[in-house]
Structures are given as structure tokens and as C-alpha cells.
């Protein structure tokens, strides 16, 4: 059966369309996109005064499948990526086991053929078990499906496998992602060091923590001349060796995640669990460089770094909880509060770094409502405030820091390869 | 005057008004101590439960004095001795201690925050012992009192905080107490133990012992505990002493007068020379027990948070 979608707004930078379109659906596919398209027969929907987006791409998500069920699974999480917005989402391989072989790659695919509400795409890691050691089979992985390749959760500890992973991986054209992390300057750190670690005597850890590995993995990536992806940037320094680098020309590509251009190390006051991740919550300076890298380009992504974990491995002592937010269910309406509303970036900006840019990183035929594509739609209301609340999360963990904050942006329908998940913001 | 909280968890939040009144109900208590019948039925009926993580001889043991010469029914927990060898978590253990009719619980933990978490989770009173680099509220109010006692009051006073500031809870809670009482607080240490942005929480940074101790009224040396300089965080114990080893020619900076405290337990010849520690300015004995008196009154006022009595 066709659908037609009439009345909405589009945004799609890559077709450069702009403005009150209507969309025909057929067969999973995009079969029209016009002016006052009629229909007979069908499902038609009306979405007059909304947007009409293409659907989000996520970079960074863990759906903790296989091994971690009891944090989420694949069903779990793809509901909770629907109802954010999101179409395709791709996953990091700190499961158990860890993806770093093809069945691993495999099963996640079949798994979430079966029981998956959104396109998923596994990463592969860079190094056998994640251990850091000896690199794993790239070119399999890549072939079995998987989209990039990253340790994260943990650096690539070792220069030298770095710049191996580098040159390798640059041969098959798959993109690798850096975590990071200098775990010698961040010892056994608990949050960012600051004012806030003072306060409350935590162990800090350093921004230099973060900014030393950039620099080393932009100075692999310059010297062997292959693609980076830098993984959830989060001080003022790391946006500027990345500016600095891509002045230089080289091929890096890097991220955000939404709490980084929101909340401050403030968040972890009175020893909230909730806001404790790794990288930490930085200082106010850095939140106001990630909105300028976000603004002048240095940043192509926003990705949620959606990780969640359990109600147990929260409620404990700070130093013994567990690093990490679910993401999914607030990204979109915290980029449209935060930098849509607070003039820092315009939407078409926004489907960019949430569809456009992670699409090509990843080597995704996403990000775009031309027509023949794929009908990945998403359709909002940027105007509609929403309010949110974790007990209604679709994800199985509710460790969010944002529950109960005001922001605007409901998500109104996701579609995925033209059937609808979401519908009237409900998940069918 | 009714503490506001169930609990005590740190001076970081408490009212400067609270503070001065669990020091002027520590006057009745430390008369009390210096009786011939140091007994009082302030904490009959009262159940009094110590849970320690980590080791400690003065503090608990100070603790558990001053439980019982209030006449309450105490009772001690240690982390080796109960179920948290078996993985029970700090709230499951907790709220077991809670069930059993506690009124209090003494919790020393070193993970920083957490007598805040199980405050959230139990009916009975908490009070923070020391978590990990957080506060030892119960230490600086000791220590306060100390001072409270021969000098009258904090007010314009100048206090100088030697040694590893960043991992030590006895230097934060003692800066937020004495700043909240009108004192001037100056620290010094290793550039390696001083934690960043110290300087926001109204406090000045010296990097000599000698800028730090001019014209203080109080002097107060810290432990330093060696397997920092494992971890690098200074090169040997010798050069430590040699720059910041508080002695009789470096205290000569201080007022006269000056008072010298420290929490103990003292590395003799390390913080602080025997000259020092034995000194006519030490106030290291009487801190002991003054420790007993603080922690009597703190138990009577968050115990009488339920019922109409007062002793002042």
C-alpha cells in the first residue's frame, strides 16, 4: 500500500529541498516528492505544520547485546531509538563477546532483522577483544557488515596499534573511531578535574586526559594519511587540535554528544550518579567551545553515545558507578533546544550532523529523502514542548540526567524503510 | 535550636549558626567528661551503630565512648567482619542496620558521598565519619572547638592548613567550617597535592610553608600518608620535611601564640618535628579529648531531633 505524507515542511539538505513538499512511500522506498500530490487510494497522512526530516543517523550507541541484556537488548533499544527519531543506529562492540569477529557481526545483523525496530549497524573493534594487543580482522569485519571499527569504552592504549589500525583499515575504507582516553593521566578518575572534583573530593581526571590521545591519533592520522573519526569530543582544547588538523588536512571527522554541549560538571553535584561518564562533564569553557565547533563545522556529529545501564549500577557510591547515559530519547530535543532555538545552529544544520554527516562516515546510503532512497523519515514539531520523564524511556535503563527538563521537539513519526514505527508519537 | 537535617554529613552545608551551636553544646559535654561519673542518660533508649570501611582506631573508638557515656546501646560493624565480603551493597547494608531500630549510624566509608547515599535511604540518622576525600565533619568540629575553647571564638583569626590538601577530608571540612565562622584560611602544600580551583572555595594558596604561616593563629599539619609518594605525587619523604615539615624555626613565622593541631595519627619527624608535637603550642592531646566531647554533642542533638528536651 503507498502513503502519502501531505502537508509538512521538509528539510533535506542533500536534494536542497526547503520547504512544503508532500512525499509518496511505496514499497519501502521514496517514489515521490512534489508539490500537491494526490492520492486515490491509501494511507494518507497529514503533517501540516510539522518538519519532515531524514531519519536520524546515530554514530555512537551501545545496545549492550550480546552479554549485557539485563542493561538493554536490540529490541529494547531500537524502541528506544524509534521514539527518538532515529532510523539507523550504529553500535559500539564493547559486548561479550566483543564484536570483533564476523559471526559477532552477524548475529547482531540477523538479531536485529528479527527483532529490531530500526536499522542497526555494528562497529567492529580495532583490536582483538578490545585488549589493545593485535588488531583484529578488519577486512572480514568489514565485509560481514560492519560500518567502522573502534576500541571504544577503551583506548587503543599502544601508538604503535594505532597507527597499525590506521594504515590497515584505511586499505578496506572503513573509518576508524578513537576513544580518547590517555589512561595514565586519568588514573583511577571519577569525574572532570575542577572545581566540582575539589568540592566533593572526587578523583579528577584531567582534560589533558583527552587531549593528549587526540593529538597523538591526529598526528597518526596526518602521518599515515588515513581516516579518523574522533569519538565524543568534550574539551575546548581537543576542538581546537581537530580545527587545527583539518586546516592541515587531515581526514578527520569527530563528534558530540548532547550532554556536552548541555550540562557542565555542575550536573555531578550532590554525588549524581546519573551524570557520571566517561569523558567526564566538563567545565562551562568547554560547553561554549563545543557549541563553536558545532557551529563553524569542526564538529560534523552529534551522536548520543546512548549507554545504558542498570538501575543497580547507579545507585551506588559515585566512585563505584557505572560511566554512562541513555541518549537516544533526548538528543533530538536537546539539539533543538540548545542549538536550533539558541540560534546556534538552523535545522538544516542540525539534519547534517544527526543524518547527513554520520551517514557518509560511516559509508551509509542514508540522510536523505531523495527519491528512490530508502524512506527512513522523521517527522517533528520543534514548537511542542515536551517535558521528560525516564519512567515513560522506551530503553530499558532510565539513566538520564535530563528527567523532568523542559525542552522542545516531539518527535511525531519515524519511519523506517516506509513502515511506520512511530505514529502520532506512539510506538506501534 | 534544632539541627535542620536527620544527618550529619558534612560542614560544606551546614549553617554557621548550626555549627556554633553543636560547639557550645560540646562546652556541657567536655564537663561532663572531666567528672568523676562520666555517665549521662542523654542517649538511654537511644541505639547507637558504627560501620567502618576503613580502618580507624581514634575516631571510632571515640565514637563509641561517647555513645556509651551517654548511656546508649551501641553496637560496631566492620567491613571485614559483614556481608560486604559477601557483595551486599552500601544501601542493602545499610537499611539492614536501619531495620533493626538504629538511630544513628556512623558511617567512615572511602568512597567520597557515600553517607549521602545511604542517608537517602535510611530512617536513621547519619553521620559521616570521613568518605574517602570528601569531609570528616566530626574531626573539624573537634578542631574547631579546640580553638573555639582558648580563643573564644574563630572570628578574624588565621588559620594555616599545611601539607597534602588534595586527598585530605579533614582540610575540606575544616575550610568550610572555619571560613563559615569568620576565619581566614590559608593552605600549603606540594603543587602536586593541591587540588584545582582550591582557591574558589574563599581559601589562599601558598606555595611555602612560610608565606602560609605568617601571623596564623592556628597552625594545622596534616598527615601524609607515604604511599602518595609511590604514586609520585612527591619525590621523597626527606624533601618533603625539607619544605614543608613544620618545625620550631618554621612556626616561629606563626603568631606566638599559635596553636598547633593535628588530626592524628602523626608521622613524628615528617608533617611535623617531635619539638612541635610535644611543644607548649600543641593542641594534639586535648584534640583527642575534645573528639569524645564534639561527638557527644553532635549524638544528643541529632538524637533530640524527635523529642522536646535540651540541656542548654
Known amino acids: 500500500m503507498k502513503t502519502l505524507i501531505k502537508g509538512g515542511f521538509i528539510i533535506d539538505p542533500k536534494s536542497g529541498k526547503n520547504g512544503l513538499f508532500d512525499i509518496i512511500i511505496d514499497k519501502g522506498k521514496i517514489v515521490e516528492v512534489g508539490n500537491d500530490l494526490e492520492f486515490t487510494t491509501g494511507d494518507i497522512v497529514d503533517v501540516t505544520g510539522k518538519y519532515i526530516i531524514p531519519g536520524l543517523v546515530d554514530a555512537h550507541c551501545h545496545l549492550r547485546e550480546p552479554g549485557f541484556e539485563y542493561k538493554e537488548d536490540i529490541e529494547t533499544g531500537t524502541q528506544s531509538a524509534a521514539v527518538g527519531g532515529f532510523t539507523s543506529i550504529a553500535c559500539m562492540p564493547n559486548t561479550n563477546p566483543v564484536i570483533d569477529n564476523e559471526s559477532v557481526v552477524k548475529n547482531i545483523i540477523n538479531r536485529a532483522k528479527q527483532d529490531g525496530f530500526v536499522n542497526v549497524y555494528p562497529i567492529g573493534a580495532i583490536t582483538k577483544g578490545q585488549a589493545g594487543e593485535e588488531l583484529s580482522e578488519i577486512g572480514e569485519l568489514k565485509f560481514a557488515g560492519a560500518v567502522a571499527v573502534s576500541d571504544d569504552g577503551k583506548p587503543v592504549k599502544k601508538a604503535s596499534i594505532m597507527k597499525k589500525a590506521l594504515q590497515y583499515a584505511s586499505m578496506f575504507d572503513i573509518t576508524v573511531i578513537s576513544h580518547c582516553e590517555d589512561l595514565d593521566i586519568a588514573e583511577d578518575g571519577y569525574m572532570n578535574e575542577g572545581y566540582q572534583s575539589t568540592v566533593m573530593g572526587l578523583k579528577g581526571i584531567p582534560s589533558a586526559a583527552e587531549e593528549v590521545m587526540v593529538a597523538r591519533d591526529l598526528i597518526l592520522a596526518e602521518y599515515t594519511n588515513a581516516p579518523i573519526h574522533i569519538a565524543h569530543v568534550s574539551t575546548e582544547l581537543s576542538v581546537d587540535l581537530i580545527r587545527n588538523a583539518k586546516k592541515r588536512g587531515v581526514k578527520v571527522t569527530c563528534e558530540t554528544c548532547p550532554h556536552y554541549f548541555v550540562l557542565t560538571e555542575d550536573a555531578c553535584e550532590g554525588f549524581n550518579t546519573l551524570a557520571k561518564v566517561n569523558p567526564p562533564l566538563r567545565t562551562a569553557k568547554d560547553v561554549n567551545a563545543i557549541i563553536e565547533g558545532l557551529r563553524d563545522g569542526t564538529i560534523d556529529i552529534i551522536a548520543t553515545d546512548h549507554a545504558p545501564h542498570h538501575i543497580d549500577e547507579k545507585n551506588v557510591e559515585f566512585a563505584a558507578a557505572a560511566n554512562g547515559m541513555v541518549g537516544f530519547e533526548t538528543a533530538l530535543p536537546l539539539a533543538i533546544t540548545y542549538l536550533y532555538k539558541a540560534g546556534v545552529l538552523t535545522l538544516e544544520q542540525i539534519v547534517e550532523k544527526m543524518c547527513i554527516n554520520p551517514s557518509k562516515i560511516l559509508g551509509l546510503n542514508k540522510g536523505s529523502l531523495e527519491v528512490g532512497k530508502a524512506a527512513d523519515i522523521t517527522i517533528i514539531d520543534v514548537d511542542e514542548d515536551v517535558i521528560v520523564d525516564t519512567a515513560k524511556f522506551k530503553s530499558k535503563s532510565k539513566n538520564s540526567p535530563f528527567n523532568g527538563y523542559k525542552l522542545k521537539g516531539a518527535i511525531y513519526y519515524t519511519i523506517v524503510n516506509g513502515k511506520f514505527i512511530v505514529r502520532e508519537k506512539v510506538l506501534l | ?312
Open chain 2, 1 to 312: 535550636m534544632i539541627l535542620k537535617s536527620k544527618d550529619l554529613l558534612g560542614l560544606k552545608d551546614m549553617a554557621a549558626e548550626e555549627i556554633e551551636h553543636i560547639l557550645e553544646t560540646a562546652k556541657t559535654m567536655k564537663y561532663i567528661l572531666t567528672t568523676n561519673n562520666k555517665k549521662t542518660p542523654h542517649l538511654q533508649g537511644k541505639s547507637i551503630v558504627t560501620l567502618f570501611y576503613e580502618n580507624s582506631t581514634r575516631t571510632r573508638l571515640s565514637f563509641e565512648l561517647a555513645s556509651k557515656y551517654m548511656s546508649s546501646s551501641s553496637a560496631n560493624v566492620s567491613a571485614s567482619s559483614s556481608s560486604v565480603s559477601k557483595g551486599e551493597t552500601l544501601i542493602d547494608t545499610a537499611k539492614t542496620i536501619d531495620m533493626m531500630g538504629t538511630d544513628v549510624i556512623i558511617l567512615r566509608h572511602p568512597m567520597s558521598g557515600a553517607p549521602h547515599l545511604i542517608a537517602k535511604n535510611v530512617e536513621a540518622s547519619v553521620i559521616n565519619a570521613g568518605d574517602g576525600m570528601n569531609e570528616h565533619p566530626t574531626q573539624a568540629l573537634l578542631d574547631m572547638f579546640t580553638i573555639y575553647e582558648k580563643r573564644g571564638s574563630l572570628k578574624g583569626l588565621k588559620a594555616a592548613i599545611i601539607g597534602d590538601i588534595l586527598h585530605s577530608r579533614v582540610a575540606r571540612s575544616n575550610i568550610w567550617g572555619m571560613t563559615k565562622l569568620g576565619a581566614e584560611v590559608s593552605v600549603a602544600g606540594p603543587s602536586t597535592l593541591m587540588p584545582v580551583g582550591i582557591e574558589k572555595t574563599g581559601v589562599k594558596v601558598f606555595s611555602t610553608i612560610q608565606e602560609a604561616l605568617i601571623d596564623a593563629d592556628i597552625v594545622m599539619g596534616l598527615r601524609i600518608q607515604l604511599e602518595r609518594q609511590k604514586r609520585g605525587l612527591f619525590p621523597t619523604a626527606r624533601e618533603y620535611s625539607k619544605f614543608f615539615g613544620l618545625d620550631s624555626k618554621r612556626l616561629k613565622f606563626a603568631k606566638k601564640d599559635a596553636l598547633v593541631l593535628h588530626p592524628g595519627p602523626v608521622n613524628r619527624g615528617l608533617e611535623l618535628s617531635t619539638h612541635v608535637v610535644d611543644g607548649d603550642q600543641s593542641c594534639i592531646n586535648e584534640q583527642v579529648t575534645n573528639g569524645v566531647a564534639v561527638r557527644m554533642a553532635v549524638l544528643y542533638l541529632l538524637t533530640r531531633r524527635n523529642s522536646s528536651e535540651n540541656i542548654n
